[in-house]
């Protein structure tokens, strides 16, 4: 079983930038699908962003345009460069994966998750 390990996240002023880094113990190559969620106080998990295996990348509405997700297979490593930052982004973050050509923004659907990540943006 792959294993997933967040780092980058932090503090930050509004309109400011963080990149997350989730990093994988094995080739993701074989993964079809890999997304970043975020979880603040008291709200559900959401999904932020996701990549498939044609490397095809979907966004939830309240990101699109400031954020971006990438993959590299060869560093076995899924990224998410977050800019223009807002308070409301603020959250723990989770990498995660699944073997599916699904790709969906259902949290059930992901087999694979790692431990979460703080990113604290402050007005």
């Known amino acids: 079983q792959v294993q997933l390990v967040e780092s980058g996240g932090g503090s930050v002023q509004a309109g400011g930038s963080l990149r997350l880094s989730c990093e994988a113990s094995d080739y993701i190559a074989g993964l079809y699908c890999m997304s970043w969620f975020r979880q603040a106080p008291g709200k559900e998990r959401e999904g932020v962003a996701s990549?498939?295996?044609?490397?095809?990348?979907d966004y939830a509405d309240s990101v699109k345009g400031r954020f971006n997700i990438s993959k590299d297979n060869a560093k076995r490593a899924l990224y998410l460069q977050m800019n223009s930052l807002k308070p409301e982004d603020t959250a723990m973050y989770y990498c995660a994966a699944v073997r599916s050509r699904w790709c969906g923004w259902e949290a059930n659907g992901y087999t694979v998750w790692g431990q979460g990540i703080q990113v604290t943006v402050s007005s």
């Open positions: 990549v498939d295996g044609d490397y095809s990348a």
